[in-house]
């Protein structure tokens, strides 16, 4: 009684109410876990408009890119002009690949799944384009007691998933070759690509016909 009145506190000891100690660490437990939560949703907030971001500063280079690529068929162009188009697509490709590597307050990679301390995305030794660093594992953060949210997407998923629009889609370790032919009767230009994905032995044929151009011309 005396360790009550001089504490102002009811419960000094378990002893004093067994129910009511449990209780109370009962309550502790579930604030602690209420301030976790908390703490969580800011976190999963600050991961989705992160990667948010990120996505749209992609699609704004990849709109770019598309531009470039449309203006670089204009028969009116000089080779210095092509040059200097071809240096402004290196340019968009540092910078895709600089949003790839994005990294959260804690730099960890935001597209690398669960491997967050690996770059995403590196350059492929054999000289064959990109390859990817980290796993398939998807982040989740757990908002409530009942609820799980994701926070992250791996760049195979949201960088490197892209879908054939106008012809079959062709392997990644797939070789192929390029041939140009001028046409003797109009000077029109086109161009074969032949592809040898290595699990099938099979060739597929893609055929274009462009625009006579300067370049096309000089040869």
Known sequence: MYQQISSGKRITTASDDPLGAAQAVNLTIQGAALSQYSTNQTQALSSLQLEDSTLSSVSNVMQSIQ??????????????????????????????????????????????????????????????????????????????????V??????????????????????????YKIDFSVSATDGSTS?????????????????RRIRRSRWADSR
């Open 67 to 148: 531009t470039q690529v449309v203006h670089v068929g204009d028969s009116s162009l000089t080779d210095a002009d092509r040059g200097s188009i071809a240096t402004t697509l290196q340019n968009y490709r540092d910078q895709l690949f600089g949003l790839a590597n994005t990294t959260d307050s804690n730099g960890n990679y935001i597209f690398s799944g669960l491997k967050g301390g690996q770059a995403a995305i590196s350059n492929d030794p054999s000289g064959g384009g990109v390859k990817y660093g980290g796993d398939f594992g998807q982040r989740s953060v757990q908002i409530s007691s009942n609820r799980t």
């Open 150 to 175: 994701a926070v992250g997407d791996t760049a195979a998923s949201v960088l490197q998933a892209v879908s054939p629009t106008e012809s079959a889609a062709v392997s990644s370790a797939a070789t």
């Open 191 to 207: 161009y074969t690509i032949t592809t040898l994905p290595p699990a099938r032995n099979r060739r597929q044929r893609h055929t």
